[in-house]
T-cell receptor, first 111, second 113 residues
């Protein structure tokens, strides 16, 4: 079946540093969704990217979809302690109505 | 709106026991999903439903069963629990329009010993 891979698995940063997580697939992705899960919590939807080369921003977060629709990235500028958590990408197949999730990148931020 | 609710929050089962995890959503969403999340891992799709009366297997359906008799409810049944089913179980729902964002419930932490 399709695999969605995320790197790195873990990232430790000092508060104020930038952070990037990457999502890759060997096959073309349909729609990319990004979720955040706080420790002990449940995943919360952040954004969906649909078009090749699409870039969207939410305050300090920048989301990109690759030109070939085989990769995506989430970049956080000047991390804060509130950014702590695990970030998941998911390939959402609109025809099937279901998602394939990556294993996530866990971010820790040292104050 | 309560969103997606799950019961129970925690449960300990003995090997071979059975149980049903309850999931209800009040957003009139057509799509509903069951995922399991093992420690430090991503979400694996167990079963999903695109509407009342329709269910489909996901990546890891063995040992589980579901039903969808109403739009609101999507219970997950574990038969003959095994230690490998120790996990956190999340139910989610989404609309079939717009951004298809999935709304997750708070999860059920299940331990099988």
């Amino acid at each position: 079946g399709q695999q969605v891979m995320q790197i790195p698995q873990y990232q430790h940063v000092q508060e104020g540093e930038d952070f990037t997580t990457y999502c890759n697939s060997s096959t073309t992705l349909s729609n990319i969704q990004w979720y955040k899960q706080r420790p002990g919590g449940h995943p919360v939807f952040l954004i969906q990217l649909v078009k090749s080369g699409e870039v969207k921003k939410q305050k300090r977060l920048t989301f990109q979809f690759g030109e070939a629709k085989k990769n995506s990235s989430l970049h956080i500028t000047a991390t804060q302690t509130t950014d702590v958590g695990t970030y998941f990408c998911a390939d959402y197949n609109t025809n099937a109505g279901k998602s394939t999730f990556g294993d996530g990148t866990t971010l820790t931020v040292k104050p | 709106n309560a969103g997606v609710t799950q019961t129970p929050k925690f449960r300990i089962l003995k090997i071979g026991q059975s149980m049903t995890l309850q999931c209800t959503q009040d957003m009139n969403h057509n799509y509903m999903y069951w995922y399991r999340q093992d420690p430090g891992m991503g979400l694996k799709l167990i079963y999903y439903s695109v509407g009342a009366g329709i269910t489909d297997k996901g990546e890891v359906p063995n040992g589980y069963n579901v039903s969808r008799s109403t739009t609101e409810d999507f219970p997950l049944r574990l038969e003959l629990a095994a230690p490998s089913q120790t996990s956190v179980y999340f139910c989610a729902s989404s609309s079939r329009q717009g951004a298809y964002e999935q709304y997750f419930g708070p999860g059920t932490r299940l331990t099988v010993t």
